[in-house]
């Protein structure tokens, strides 16, 4: 599973978000609106209005310097060095868990069944139910958005900022799939690789399709023991439950919303009855919306609620499939 190296970066942000909004000097602050200067007619660049008297006067056109990013130089190097540090670590677990098996020549992962399969696409081809694409793209996603936010605070403007983060997160993940090409029980995985970049690039589709933001893609996890010889987290995959949150509030018509909390959403929860050729199974459940909780305004209490919106909190839930069961309380 490649959620754990970039739930780490996560835990990276927490000491660089809060200082984002509280920059207010930095231009590169996400407080900071994206070069405003670019929305200004351009008669009034070139113009110097003193407000006490009637007279205009000429002023030089902005210099080439003053358009370029501020970047902050040690904020550069901290991050660099912080991402390419964070990227070793995250090789040992995965060696441990993935990479000690038998290598071979580069080549793509057809499926389990080795010998026919789409290349990881078809539901036959999936050892894990496709959970383990889900995880590519949540993990992509996470890192996508979270570089994004570093490359604001270093001081890269917003649409610089919007291309780094898909592009590093991107390559990021690329990385991992090319390796596992060499490894004989796997391969180079093209389905992986789409989940890769549909979660990377997801913070740029959601731009294009409004539609999407409606929609949350979350995490909740409970330890499944099963296997009992596995890892406990990263191939756990019975343990792990995607869910689809929807904002209920926002598509509601505009006459009904005042009557709907903000915060209830409603998700749709996928996951397996055990890590490998296990049942589907699809859960419903209510969902808290965090970004809309009417409280905790200052930007400290936004970065957090931002970090809970991305995990499914412990709540009542429906098996729909692949049997009806009720839980009070579902992980």
């Avoid at 991050?79 to 441990?96: G, H, I, Q, R, T």
């Avoid at 019975?238 to 209830?264: E, K, N, Q």
């Avoid at 965090?290 to 919106?309: A, C, D, E, Y």
Wanted: with cysteine.
């Amino acid at each position: 599973m490649r959620i754990k190296v970039f739930l780490i970066l996560a835990l990276l942000e927490c000491f660089i978000s809060p200082g984002i909004a509280q920059d207010n000097n930095n231009p590169g602050s996400l407080l900071a609106s994206s070069y405003d200067s670019t929305r200004i007619n351009l008669k009034l660049l070139s113009l110097d209005v003193n407000p006490h008297s009637a007279h205009v006067t000429k002023k030089d056109p902005p210099q080439l310097a003053d358009r370029v990013p501020n970047i902050k130089q040690r904020r550069l190097v901290f991050a660099a060095f912080a991402l390419v540090s964070l990227n070793y670590a995250a090789y040992e677990p995965f060696k441990d868990v993935w990479w000690e098996e038998e290598r071979t020549h580069f080549h793509f992962y057809q499926g389990w069944r080795r010998n026919k399969g789409y290349l990881d696409f078809g539901w036959h081809d999936t050892l894990y139910g496709h959970v383990d694409k889900l995880g590519h793209f949540y993990s992509a996603k996470l890192m996508s958005e979270h570089i994004n936010d570093i490359s604001r605070w270093i001081g890269f403007d917003e649409n610089s900022s919007r291309l780094i983060g898909p592009i590093l997160s991107s390559l990021l993940m690329l990385e991992i799939e090319i390796y596992d090409g060499f490894f004989k029980d796997w391969g180079f995985s093209l389905a992986d690789f789409a989940a890769n970049e549909l979660g990377a690039f997801s913070p740029l589709i959601k731009e294009k399709v409004t539609f999407l933001n409606y929609f949350q893609l979350k995490l909740s996890y409970h330890p499944s023991n099963l296997p009992q010889h596995e890892n406990p987290f990263i191939k756990d995959y019975a343990g792990m439950t995607f869910w689809l949150s929807l904002d209920i509030h926002s598509v509601l018509p505009a006459y009904t919303r005042s009557y709907y909390p903000a915060w209830l959403n409603l998700s749709l929860g996928y996951g397996i009855s055990k890590p490998t050729r296990g049942e589907v199974e699809l859960y419903l459940s209510p969902d808290i919306n965090w970004m809309k909780v009417p409280f905790g305004h200052s930007q400290t209490m936004l970065f957090i609620k931002r970090t809970l919106n991305y995990f499914h909190f412990p709540c009542f839930a429906v098996k729909l499939m692949p049997d009806k069961k009720f839980y009070p309380i579902y992980f």
